[in-house]
């Protein structure tokens, strides 16, 4: 049986120049086909899925319509067995948040919002080209509270073309002080396909590695000290509030995926949806298989995802699995700790996170 | 073709004065190739010749021309390379033949490397045809040219012809005076075989093909013959002659006295044909062996590694192929503290190290660093016994050592009169001294110098060309050792003594030499997990230190379900690009960092 259930809603109100999830603007011509093909992707697999968790992840699942939201998670509650389910979360976009919205999501059993925020420094939204204003991710976030969410994550973006180390711990201070349940603190990445990416290799964007690496200190040292446990990279929860559905990713379980682009993970085998929404649509209506990437996983390939990134997280990865004089070297020069049996990054190896497991596996 | 209407001549001059491009001419006009179908430079076949414009291989080729008599001729002809490093290959193309072209660029007249293959082809008895080149050119001089002919080189101005490569001029006298004045070769097809082996090479399918000048006798497919000096027998699969585009090898019934060809014998090990023997008939041995030629001596040494341990094996093999080709390529298995097992290469100079690595890399696709390049030094220790050091690291302890000798070699070097003076100066500074000043003519004087070799070896002739814009030239033979302050220069990284960067250098130009490498080192060093310090030392002592930090952040802030395959294959994809660097201790140290420390000076 399968535990993890992810379901991928490719539609934004806007696309941010930085991002590159697959996305497209919300199409309302395309959308029922959309819902209807997620639905029949679903049936494919219904006889192997036993949720315990499910995330809608995006794009922005929220671009989409009270009803059209009712149409597919009450869809797929027929035909896919709910019961285990105990934590189901959605991704919001701040711009795409309301009351009514949020209750009906609440009805249809969604227990965990996670919203981007990114910034709450106007001059920053407006750089990164948000839909919201900082006011309006304020008022997004007193609704879902309004709502009954009482598990609420908000994504933070640092290393903003122009951000300064004041404005981000401002951004902190503002976050800690509305008290979420947790935290997503990310570090812009310049991904190949965005329009930060060209600005990147323009020239006018300029990656500050050393400020990068004094405003992660700097986030790692608030949150901690705001009672948020940093049990990976980029994620700091209050206690109990971990997002279980992105430690399965970590800890290695297996995951299916539904909707264009999304990745499964069942055993030695992991494919890859289309990541075209009118192809996914036609393929799926066809009877035709979604995935346009397949890959077979021996026993080696999963051991190194699985240090790779059961390093990132406060879990940590059994010292027998790493190479001894490698390990020795990375406790030496302070990049890894030990205790018993275990090895996990210290603060200055969560900074070098990649070049560590890079050096282990 | 009978004897007396062969011809083997070769074409020398210095480097660049055009004897490619006149090769390319001479086969048009034979039609050996069409015109439509050549290529400039056509002989320069491999690519780094073709990248850098020079010739690195002696080529031999075969024409046939008819003459002016009405007589058709068999003409080989060998193009020859003329960087000094390869004066090798000029030597053993000259034993081939009866005759040589001597090619003098008309604007740059006689320069040193014309001076020494002219020493080198009149000591092997060989009729000189001179040709004054690129007469085309705007700036060309021929009356100097003519006048620096008689004066330096003592051969006649009358003899010389006006061409231009470029332009086809002259190509057809050149041809003519071959046939008129070149003797035809003087063998017996009657004797018994005796075929001089110049030069080889490998073909995975056949194994060694030998290049060869019959002097007396014949052989053919079918012929039992020996090498006399392994006295290994084989039977010959195949002789032929050279082409110069594909197929290179065609097959002929036999070759005679007189001929250039290859011989195919199913020789399966290169190791088993040494530059040099004599290929006789078996049945029917000759006497004796021809002369053969003088060992050459390399005299730049440096360690070549395999950055992976495991391609050891590979090195090795692909070392022998290229020394089948390249004689004068000599190495030996060594093993390095910081490197593991590698091998000691010795070159006849540092351009010749460079195209060896260069084709290792290229042709064999192998990763490999190289050391620092040592001369060989003369170690007299305190109890009298000499030492022969040709890696800074077989260095005894200074304690031991009573003086250290480095190799010194007479220079000449011949420059136009304005330069004088910066000459000099360059001279001092290389630690050289002027022994004798001579006029060439109105223009042009000879310094005939002493220079320690460690000194002109890296960047000597570069600096001697462009304080003489171009004009000047040199060229160099041993001249014996002599005692100086040398001390050794160690580098090392995080504390740990890098052998590869270790040199030998004159103590007052020790600290600046390694203030300097530590610079680079500085430079090519990637940022990696931990902080890398790199120092200089003198016997123990530091004189300079770098330090590379570490890196501040190298983690991927996102990673979702999806990423995963992703992530895991950029992981993999740096993992693979560290293997190209070589682990020392906990440092990565890339390959450009031991390029990168050859140049710096
Ligand atoms: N103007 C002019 N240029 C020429 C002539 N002959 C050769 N060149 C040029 O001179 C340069 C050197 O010619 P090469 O034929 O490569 O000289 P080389 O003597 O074979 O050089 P190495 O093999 O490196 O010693 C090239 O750029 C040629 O195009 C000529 O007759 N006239
Ligand atoms: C799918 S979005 C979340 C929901 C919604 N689409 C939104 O943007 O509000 C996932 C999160 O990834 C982060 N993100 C997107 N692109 C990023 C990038 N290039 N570098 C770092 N973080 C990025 C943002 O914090 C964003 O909130
Ligand atoms: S950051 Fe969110 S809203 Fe912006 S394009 Fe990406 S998925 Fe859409
Ligand atoms: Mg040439």
């Given at each position: 049986?399968?535990?993890?259930l ?8 806007k696309v941010?120049?930085?991002?590159s999830?697959y ?10 086909a959309?819902?209807?093909?997620m639905?029949?992707?679903s ?5 192997r ?17 009270t ?6 998670i009450g ?9 285990a389910v105990?934590?189901?979360?959605i ?5 795409t948040v309301?009351l ?26 407006e750089?990164?080209g ?20 009482d ?26 002080a509305?008290q979420?349940d ?12 965005t329009e ?10 300029r ?9 992660f200190?700097?986030t790692m ?9 940093q ?16 430690l ?14 999304a990745?499964?993970t ?8 289309v ?25 080696d ?23 001894t ?7 030496a020069g302070?990049?890894?700790?030990e ?22 596996i | 073709?009978?004897?007396?209407r ?7 001059a210095?480097?660049?004065?055009g ?10 006009f ?8 050549a290529?400039?430079?056509?002989l320069?076949?491999?690519d780094?010749?073709r990248e ?18 009405g ?8 193009d ?6 390869f ?7 000259l034993?081939?033949c009866?005759?040589?072209l ?8 006689v320069?040193a ?5 002219v ?6 008895g060989?009729?000189l ?13 021929i ?10 080189l ?15 001029i ?18 017996k ?11 080889s ?5 056949r ?10 006798g ?10 006399m000096f ?10 032929g002659?050279?082409?110069?585009q ?13 001929d250039?060809?290859?011989v ?7 190791v ?5 023997d ?5 049945r ?33 093999a ?16 060594e ?8 091998f ?11 195209i ?10 192998m ?15 305190t109890?009298?016994a ?17 003086e ?5 070699v ?17 001279i001092?500074?290389?630690?050289g ?8 003519d109105?223009k042009?004087?000879?310094?005939t110098?002493e ?8 960047d000597?002739v ?6 003489t ?12 050792y002599r ?5 050794k ?12 960067f270790?040199s030998?250098?004159h ?11 530590a610079?680079k080192?500085?430079e090519?060093?990637p ?9 200089a030392?003198i016997?123990?002592?530091i004189?300079?230190?770098e ?20 992530k ?6 740096q ?19 031991f ?7």
């Amino acid at each position: 049986m399968i535990s993890h259930l992810y379901a991928h809603i490719p539609f934004c109100p806007k696309v941010c120049p930085y991002c590159s999830f697959y996305k497209e603007a919300s199409d309302r011509n395309k959308t029922q086909a959309f819902l209807d093909a997620m639905l029949k992707e679903s049936e494919l697999h219904a006889g192997r899925l036993r949720p315990v968790t499910i995330f809608f992840g995006g794009g922005t699942p929220t671009a989409l319509s009270t009803p059209q939201l009712q149409y597919l998670i009450g869809g797929l509650r027929q035909r896919i067995d709910f019961s285990a389910v105990e934590e189901f979360t959605i991704e919001m976009n701040p711009a795409t948040v309301s009351l009514e919205k949020a209750a009906a999501l609440r009805a249809l059993g969604v227990n965990r919002v996670s919203m981007g925020v990114q910034s709450w420094d106007p001059g920053l939204l407006e750089t990164l080209g948000r839909v919201h204003s900082a006011a309006q991710a304020r008022r997004s976030y007193e609704i879902l509270r309004e709502a009954g969410f009482d598990n609420v994550n908000l994504d933070l973006m640092f290393g903003i073309p122009g951000q300064t180390l004041a404005q981000w711990r401002e951004s902190l201070i503002q976050t800690i002080a509305l008290q979420p349940d947790h935290i997503s603190a990310y570090c812009l990445t310049y991904e190949e396909d965005t329009e930060y990416f060209v600005r990147m290799t323009r020239g006018e964007y300029r990656p500050d590695e050393t400020l990068d690496a004094g405003l992660f200190e700097v986030t790692m040292e608030l949150l901690g000290a705001a009672g948020f446990e940093q049990y990976e990279i980029s994620n700091y929860a209050r206690s109990g509030r971990e997002c279980r559905h992105n430690l399965a990713y970590w800890l290695g379980s297996d995951y299916l995926g539904l909707g264009p682009s999304a990745f499964s993970t069942l055993q030695n085998e992991r494919w890859k949806n289309v990541s075209d929404t009118s192809e996914f649509i036609r393929r799926i209506a066809s009877g035709e298989g979604a995935a346009d990437f397949r890959e077979a996983l021996d026993a080696d390939t999963r051991k190194v995802e699985q240090i790779a990134f059961a390093l990132r997280t406060n879990r940590g990865v059994p010292t027998s699995l790493l190479p001894t004089d490698k390990a020795a070297q990375l406790v030496a020069g302070g990049l890894l700790r030990e205790e018993s049996g275990r090895s996990y990054l210290t603060q200055r190896g969560k900074m070098l996170a990649d070049a560590v497991a890079e050096d282990v596996i | 073709m009978s004897i007396a209407r062969t011809r083997n001549f070769c074409i020398i001059a210095h480097i660049d004065h055009g004897k490619t491009t006149l090769s390319d001419r001479l086969l048009e006009f034979t039609g050996t190739i069409q015109k439509r179908e050549a290529q400039e430079q056509l002989l320069d076949a491999m690519d780094l010749e073709r990248e850098r414009g020079i010739t690195i291989k002696a080529h031999p080729i075969a024409m046939k021309y008819k003459a002016a008599d009405g007589e058709t001729y068999r003409l080989n002809l060998s193009d020859t390379p003329g960087h000094v490093d390869f004066s090798y290959e000029v030597s053993r193309s000259l034993a081939a033949c009866e005759g040589a072209l001597l090619i003098i660029d008309a604007a740059q007249g006689v320069e040193a490397q014309t001076v020494a293959n002219v020493h080198l082809a009149e000591k092997q008895g060989l009729k000189l045809i001179p040709v004054i080149n690129k007469i085309d050119l705007p700036n060309a001089d021929i009356d100097t040219a003519l006048k620096q002919l008689e004066d330096i080189l003592a051969i006649p101005a009358e003899e010389a012809i006006l061409a231009s490569a470029k332009a086809g001029i002259g190509i057809e006298e050149i041809l003519e005076a071959v046939v008129a004045r070149i003797p035809f070769p003087s063998g017996k097809a009657e004797s018994r075989l005796r075929a001089l082996t110049f030069d080889s090479s490998f073909d995975t399918y056949r194994g060694v093909v030998i290049y060869t000048r019959v002097v007396d006798g014949t052989i053919k497919a079918g012929d039992p013959v020996k090498l006399m000096f392994t006295n290994r027998a084989y039977e010959v699969k195949e002789v032929g002659i050279f082409r110069p585009q594909l197929p290179k090898f065609l097959v002929q019934d036999q070759l005679q006295a007189g001929d250039i060809g290859y011989v195919i014998a199913n020789i399966k090990s290169s190791v088993e044909v040494k530059v040099g023997d004599t290929l006789t008939n078996s049945r029917l041995p000759a006497e004796s062996p021809l002369p053969g030629f003088q060992e050459v001596q390399p005299m730049v040494f440096s360690g070549i590694y395999p950055i992976n341990t495991a391609d050891f094996e590979g090195l090795k093999a692909a070392m022998g192929k290229l020394q089948l080709n390249d004689a004068a390529f000599h190495f030996m298995p060594e093993s390095s503290v910081a490197l593991g097992f590698g091998f000691r290469c010795g070159f006849l100079g540092l351009l010749h190290m460079e195209i060896i690595l260069e084709r290792l890399r290229r042709e064999f696709d192998m990763d490999i660093i190289a050391t620092y390049p040592s001369v060989i030094y003369e170690i007299l220790k305190t109890n009298g016994a000499l030492l022969k050091v040709d890696n800074p690291e077989q260095l005894p302890d200074m304690s031991v050592v009573e003086e250290i000798r480095e190799p010194i070699v007479k220079c000449f070097i011949m420059i136009p009169n304005e330069y004088i003076s910066p000459m000099m100066q360059l001279i001092m500074e290389k630690r050289g001294e002027v022994k004798h000043t001579e006029s060439l003519d109105t223009k042009r004087v000879m310094l005939t110098t002493e220079l320690p070799l460690n000194e002109i070896l890296v960047d000597f002739v570069d600096k001697m060309k462009s304080l003489t814009r171009g004009y000047g030239s040199m060229d160099y033979e041993q001249a014996g050792y002599r005692a100086g302050p040398l001390v050794k220069l160690d580098m090392l990284v995080n504390g740990e003594r890098v052998d590869a960067f270790s040199s030998i250098v004159h103590r007052d130009k020790a600290e600046a030499r390694g203030r300097a490498l530590a610079t680079k080192l500085k430079e090519v060093i990637p940022t990696q997990l931990y902080q890398v310090a790199i120092q200089a030392a003198i016997g123990g002592k530091i004189v300079a230190r770098e330090s590379v930090s570490a890196l501040r952040k190298n983690v991927i802030a996102k990673c979702y379900g999806g990423d995963i395959t992703r992530k895991r294959k950029l992981l993999e994809k740096q993992k693979e690009g560290k293997k190209r660097m070589k682990a020392i201790g906990q440092v990565n140290i890339p390959q450009e960092a031991f390029i990168e420390v050859l140049k710096t000076n």
